[in-house]
């Protein structure tokens, strides 16, 4: 029997109390955790730390195959792990792409041995990415990885046949697709959002409407054929209006944020610097204040990392030569606790909603996001609201560097993080026996 007692610590921010965690569950929480602590016990002492359900990244790139220079399983799963995270979906765009069941179980078995989170990969829509015909749908849901999200993300699924056929595959197994919303013809050659920052640098816009046209189509289809759908990265405060709209309507559609639509606008473009190059990309001022409005109160459902490591190269460059996408395991938390908590807008549990039950709901992770309660899967982490600190891409775990908030102190640090039970993350640093 393996069991630790965490004394002290704030579940969800309220009042203190003692977490017994034994053999891989919860088994007592509360006043009377101490009492019934076995006497080898493991003692952490975790007084004035927030205690939260562990995080379900929901849209995360590994890279693993294919794109190691850039990330691994082992590196990606890690960096989640000292961000708080206990269950990660591994996107697609992988080289070869998770389209079968071989390499979507190949994805499975390589986070196993790493250990850090569950990872859960997700298997692509299309062949190949390639928008043209369906993947091997249903092997990837029969196979031991027993895919639920699907996805082209960093591609769109255009061809409105391809995706209703998609939406209405996955019903057979309870799958749901996760739109990358972006109108390709729309979109050509584009560089930053289009208004009147793309004309002054003389880069080339990337209108709101690419983004809200697919969104908006994408939810008919999902009521046409009775399907669920996800809408990955809003950026837009009309893609907002469009989510409000079909949820009001009563059709099954989520919607998730990244930390960087919360947070950073256009404005960074100024710099040319491809760091602030993402997909889709940095928006207005008023777009943040929609999106933070919508996570608020409830209209976004999750948000999710959209973690886009890229090498030196692909970064260090000039800006339309730049690869599109952001570093974001280690800063997510720490951002939303800037941007939603401390100005009051969410509480700890709206945190804990977003980032861990929501998530691991849509994904339908079913050992995840249960929150903190004796019974429930021990995955879980402590958070030291207290502690401020200047973002160091050279220190952080992630392989790549490419992250956006270098040199930007933000509240927040992940103290340690357990997984079904077991420490993965102690004073802030991995447990490298995991
Ligand atoms: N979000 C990003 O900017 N990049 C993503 C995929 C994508 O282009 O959406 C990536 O895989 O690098």
Known sequence: MTAHLITGARPYGEDTADILIIDGAIAAIGPDAAAQAPAGATRHDATGLVALPGLV???????????????????????????GYTAVFAMANTNP?????GVVEQVLRLGREAGWVDVHPVGAVSAGLEGEHLSEMGAMAASEAQVRVFSDDGKCVADPV???????????????????????????????????????????????????SIIARDALLAEHVGSRLHVCHLSTAGSVD????????????????????????????RTYSPLYKVNPPLRTAEDVEALREALADGTIDVVGTDHAPHPVEDKDCEWAAGAFGMTGLETALPIIIATMVEPGRMTWRDVARVLSTAPALIGRAENQGQG?????????????????RVVDPAAQWTRSANSPYA????????????????????????VEAA
């Open 57 to 83: 990244d929901i849209h995360t790139h590994l890279r693993e195959p294919g794109g190691e220079d850039a990330e691994t399983v082992f590196t990606g799963t890690r960096a989640a792990a000292v961000g």
């Open 372 to 388: 903190l309660a004796a019974g429930a899967p021990a995955n879980l982490c402590l958070v030291d609201p207290s502690v401020r």
């Open 162 to 212: 391809l995706m209703r056929r998609a939406l209405e595959y996955v019903k057979a197994f309870d799958g749901v697709i996760a739109q990358h919303s972006q109108d390709p013809r729309l979109t050509e050659g584009s560089q930053m959002h289009e208004g009147a920052l793309s004309a002054e640098l003389g880069l080339r816009g990337w209108p709101a409407v690419a983004e809200e």
């Open 407 to 430: 040199g930007m102190e933000l509240p927040g640090q992940v103290i340690a993080t357990f997984l079904h039970g077991r420490p993965t993350v102690l004073d802030g640093r991995p």
């Open 242 to 269: 469009i989510i409000r709209w079909a949820k009001a309507r009563g059709i099954n559609v989520t919607a998730e944020v990244t930390p960087h639509h919360l947070l950073l606008t256009d404005e960074k473009a």
């Open 97 to 101: 792409v998770q389209d079968n069941a």
